[in-house]
C-alpha cells in the first residue's frame, strides 16, 4: 500500500514525504550512541541472542557493550547482526583535563574489553564518534579502519543541493519526469527490488525478510523509518530505500533497484528525497559506507564529508584462527563480485 506521493522536489522545500509523530522510544536506553545499540534495535535484529557487558558505579551505567554471540560448527563469535551497521562501546560522557579523560577512557574501554564472555572470534564495527583502541590493541585486538560519508548540516537544503556533483542534479532532475517517489509501508516492495539487486552481483541477499520485517515493525512502532518507492507511470518500480533515524542521525539502511531501469536516475532521486525528509528528524545524514568502490563513488556525489570508523576484531586459539581466515577469504570473494559486477 502507498501512501505520502510526492512530486520530485529540486533544491527546494522542506516538506516531508510523510508526517512523523515522534513516540516514546519503548525499550530505549540512554547508554546508546545511536539506534543501533538501542535493546529495541538488537531485540528485533538478534532475539535471543544479544546481550551486553556493562560497567556501573554508584548504580549509574558509565560503560556499555552490547554483543551478539553465535556459534556455528563448535566456533564462538561475538558479533554484530546484520542490517547493523555498528555496535561498540558506549561510554558515559567523559569530562575534565585531556590526560585524566583520556585515562579514564582507557579505564572504561579495557574494562568492558575485559569482561566479554569467552569466544574464539570477536568482530565488530565500532561508532565512528570511538576513535581510542589502545585497551583493545593492548588486549590483542586488531583494528582496520573503514570509511562513511555523512552531511553534518542539514539545515540549509540549497546549501546541499549547491554541493551535489553536476551529473547528480541531472540524474536527479532527469528521474522526476520519469518516476514518482512515494512513501509505503509494504516492506515487501522494497525486498523485491533489494533481491533484484543482488541477483545482478550473483549473491544472496545477506539478510532475509524475517529479519527486515521485525525490523521494520519495531522502527515503525518507534517513528524510526521511511521507505521510499520510485515508480513510473506503468507502475513499474525503479528503485527504493530504506531510512532509520534517531534525534541526532538519518541513517541509509539499504537500497535496491530493478537493472534493467539503472538509467532512470532513480536511486539518485530517492536519496535526494531521502536527505530531504532527514532534514526535518535529524541534524546529520550517514550514507553508512561503502567500502565498495563503486557505491562509495555514488556516495561521494552527494558531497559529504568522509568519515573514519573502526572494524576490531579479534581471534583466541586454532579455531578462532581459522574461523578468521575462513571468514577474511569469504569477505574479499564478496567484495570482488560487488566491485567487478
Not at 142 to 165: C, G
Not at 237 to 256: E, F, I, K, N
Not at 304 to 332: I, W
Request: charged content about 25%.
Amino acid at each position: 500500500m502507498l501512501d505520502g506521493v510526492v512530486s520530485g522536489g529540486g533544491s527546494s522545500g522542506r516538506r516531508p514525504l510523510v508526517e512523523v509523530s515522534r513516540k516514546p522510544l519503548d525499550g530505549a536506553t540512554p547508554c546508546a550512541g545511536s539506534l543501533f545499540q538501542q535493546p529495541w534495535w538488537l531485540d528485533a535484529a538478534a532475539p535471543g541472542a544479544w546481550d551486553a557487558v556493562e560497567i556501573q558505579e554508584g548504580g549509574t551505567i558509565v560503560g556499555r557493550l552490547p554483543f551478539v554471540r553465535r556459534r556455528r560448527l563448535g566456533v564462538t563469535v561475538l558479533t554484530q547482526p546484520a542490517l547493523t551497521p555498528h555496535l561498540g562501546p558506549w561510554l558515559h560522557p567523559l569530562t575534565g583535563k585531556e590526560c585524566t579523560r583520556l585515562a579514564r577512557e582507557h579505564e572504561l574501554l579495557g574494562c568492558l574489553a575485559d569482561r566479554l564472555p569467552a569466544h574464539d572470534v570477536f568482530h565488530q564495527n565500532f561508532h565512528p564518534l570511538l576513535q581510542n583502541w589502545l585497551p583493545f590493541r593492548w588486549r590483542g585486538f586488531k583494528q582496520t579502519t573503514f570509511y562513511t560519508y555523512v552531511l553534518d548540516d542539514l539545515s540549509d537544503l540549497k546549501a546541499v543541493w549547491a554541493n551535489l556533483r553536476e551529473n547528480v542534479r541531472r540524474q536527479i532532475r532527469k528521474a522526476e519526469r520519469t518516476v514518482v517517489v512515494s512513501a509505503t509501508d509494504d516492506v515487501e516492495y522494497f525486498l523485491h527490488l533489494s533481491r533484484k539487486t543482488f541477483e545482478r552481483q550473483g549473491m544472496d541477499v545477506p539478510y532475509s525478510g524475517e529479519l527486515l520485517g521485525r525490523l521494520d515493525e519495531a522502527c515503525a512502532a518507534r517513528s524510526a523509518r521511511l521507505i521510499l518507492l520510485a515508480v513510473d507511470e506503468a507502475a513499474r518500480p525503479h528503485a527504493a530505500l530504506y531510512l532509520v533515524w534517531d534525534d541526532r542521525t538519518a541513517y541509509y539502511l539499504a537500497g535496491g533497484a530493478d537493472p534493467s531501469l539503472r538509467s532512470s536516475g532513480a536511486m539518485s532521486l530517492l536519496m535526494w528525497e531521502a536527505i530531504k525528509h532527514a532534514g526535518t528528524m535529524a541534524r546529520t545524514f550517514d550514507f553508512e559506507g561503502s567500502m565498495i568502490e563503486p557505491i562509495e563513488r555514488f556516495f561521494r556525489a552527494f558531497g559529504p564529508r568522509q568519515v573514519s570508523y573502526m572494524h576490531l576484531s579479534r581471534t583466541r586459539g586454532l579455531k578462532g584462527h581459522f574461523a578468521g581466515l575462513a571468514r577474511d577469504v569469504f569477505r574479499g570473494a564478496a567484495s570482488r563480485i560487488m566491485r567487478d559486477g
